[in-house]
């Protein structure tokens, strides 16, 4: 029989390192908004994204599968059409699916199973090949000056300032769309037609990202009090000059300062937008007929250990805030969840909140276990995984505190030379080290583990294979839950246990 099932909001953001929020002990960040969200809901400690970077990391939640399962390995790889998504999937039980805001699809599929769109980011080639007439053509160039920056990251960083912001534009743009998007799936006064059918609605802003640029007021106020990182690149660390920006000399401290602050207040400026959702729901008295969850699609380094951007495996990088309110199912709200998870949880997560099958071969696997209190037979390991040209390939497994950064090549990395050298493999111990200061790579006392976790590793599948027209080609590769994700835990290889709790 038909059920009635609860309403989803997804509020998702773009490029929030975890430790800017007054859950993780930061003095002065303000997000009452999440605060609220945390305080009733569950807040995921440990949360990672399956690739640092934009395209394959949304593609891979929107699907439950990491990159090299879903096809979308790199910043500008579509994802094929034949993925099942998290919005095409719950359309097939009666849900009607939105998405204001960012979703970050490339090529011509901008829907991935959406009903419908709002915003700014519903871009795509327009079907029409340029005319071959150059006597008509119109001569297209750019003012000197204007365009391309030739060193990206750290003319944004001494670009940050008080300002409109970019993206805050967008922004705004996709949340005015959705409150009126929610008026008429409500209420829909003109007509009183009001949609019977449950919601999936997704609002996805583009802040904290590049440009740093924030209202003035928010930019006055934590200029005044956040310091920016003064670090070097780590020792037997090494990584695209791109990502490095050493302060006094790339940049000076007050530009760091600056863009820092700007970070900061483009926070607290997301969080009141998703305020003005929350506060919506509450006008049209069906808060509590939500289930809400908010996640980023990954971390900023921000110039912690000399690094900026994100395609880093370090936590301010790669871990990512992930939380789940709904006190109708699991009222033991404002409680902190330690175990790892990956944001590839999301999709069956959703299944299990939305009581609707679990499609088969996910790599990701529900918290619904989790927010109830049962965890003994979480596995406890998640990935992360690059192939963009800066950073890969590479991949990531963190299993309890232990995380091991594996480099399967050296794109982008050269010496003086020309030559390209071979990039030293990195393990931390997060319960000892939280800050990822000490790699254990050469540890005996932690040869053992690091065997273990290289075994996780080498069982992982190829990339699947894509034809011409962005569709798979071949035999389906096997996921990970074929391989480690849904192995019983007792089949996986074994991890020594230290005794010491999970960071």
């Given at each position: 029989m038909p059920e009635r099932k609860p309403h989803i909001l997804l509020l998702i953001n773009d490029e929030h390192r975890p430790d800017v929020l007054p859950i993780e002990g930061n003095p002065h960040v303000r997000t009452p908004t999440l605060d609220w969200l945390f305080s009733e809901g569950f807040y995921f400690r440990n949360a990672y994204t399956p690739s640092p970077i934009c395209v394959p990391a949304r593609q891979s939640f929107l699907s439950g599968l990491y990159p090299r399962n879903c096809g979308s390995l790199n910043f500008g790889d579509a994802m094929p059409s034949e993925v099942l998504t998290i919005p095409g999937h719950l359309s097939r039980y009666g849900y009607t699916t939105c998405a204001?805001?960012?979703?970050?699809?490339?090529?011509?599929?901008?829907?991935?199973?959406?009903?419908?769109?709002?915003?700014?980011?519903?871009?795509?080639?327009?079907?029409y090949a340029p005319a071959d007439d150059p006597q008509h053509q119109a001569l297209i160039e750019r003012e000197p000056g204007t365009g391309s920056w030739p060193n990206k990251v750290k003319m944004e960083i001494a670009n940050a300032r008080a300002g409109r912001g970019h993206w805050l534009q967008h922004d705004r743009y996709s949340v005015d769309g959705a409150l009126m998007y929610l008026d008429e799936h409500f209420v829909d006064e003109p007509y009183d037609r009001t949609n019977p059918a449950p919601l999936c609605l997704a609002v996805s802003l583009w802040s904290p990202h590049y440009p740093y640029q924030c209202p003035e007021d928010l930019f006055a106020y934590y200029l005044r009090r956040v310091e920016p990182y003064v670090e070097d690149v780590p020792d037997h660390f090494e990584c695209p000059d791109f990502f490095k920006v050493k302060v006094g000399r790339d940049v000076t401290y007050r530009e760091a300062r600056?863009?820092?602050?700007?970070?900061?207040?483009?926070?607290?400026?997301?969080?009141?937008?998703?305020?003005?959702?929350?506060?919506?729901?509450?006008?049209?008295?069906?808060?509590?007929?939500?289930?809400?969850?908010?996640?980023?699609?990954?971390?900023?380094?921000l110039g912690q250990k000399g690094l900026w951007e994100k395609q880093q495996y370090f936590e301010g990088s790669a871990r990512v805030p992930f939380a789940v309110r709904w006190p109708q199912r699991y009222p033991g709200g404002g409680a902190t969840i330690h175990r790892n998870v990956s944001l590839v949880d999301l999709f069956p997560t959703l299944c299990d909140v939305a009581n609707v099958p679990i499609p088969d071969g996910l790599d990701g696997r529900s918290v619904a276990p989790l927010l109830a209190g049962q965890d003994a037979d979480w596995p406890d390991d998640v990935y992360s995984e690059l192939w963009a040209v800066h950073n890969g390939p590479s991949v990531m497994v963190k299993h309890g505190s232990l995380k091991l950064f594996r480099f399967d090549g050296s794109e982008g990395v050269l010496t003086q030379d020309g030559s390209a050298p071979q990039r030293p493999d990195q393990l931390y111990d997060l319960a000892a080290d939280p800050d990822e200061t000490t790699n254990l790579i050469d540890d005996p006392a932690y040869a053992d583990r690091l065997d273990a976790l290289r075994a996780r590793l080498d069982a992982l599948p190829h990339p699947r294979v894509k034809d011409a027209n962005n569709r798979f080609a071949g035999s389906a590769r096997a996921p990970y839950q074929s391989k480690t994700r849904g192995v019983p835990p007792a089949a996986r290889p074994k991890i020594p246990d230290t005794g010491a709790p999970t960071a």
């Open positions: 204001a805001g960012k979703m970050h699809f490339v090529g011509p599929d901008q829907m991935h199973g959406w009903h419908q769109r709002i915003g700014r980011d519903i871009v795509g080639r327009n079907g600056r863009a820092t602050a700007a970070y900061y207040g483009m926070i607290e400026w997301m969080d009141a937008q998703f305020g003005r959702v929350i506060d919506k729901l509450r006008e049209l008295d069906v808060l509590d007929d939500f289930v809400v969850c908010f996640l980023s699609d990954h971390g900023e380094m």
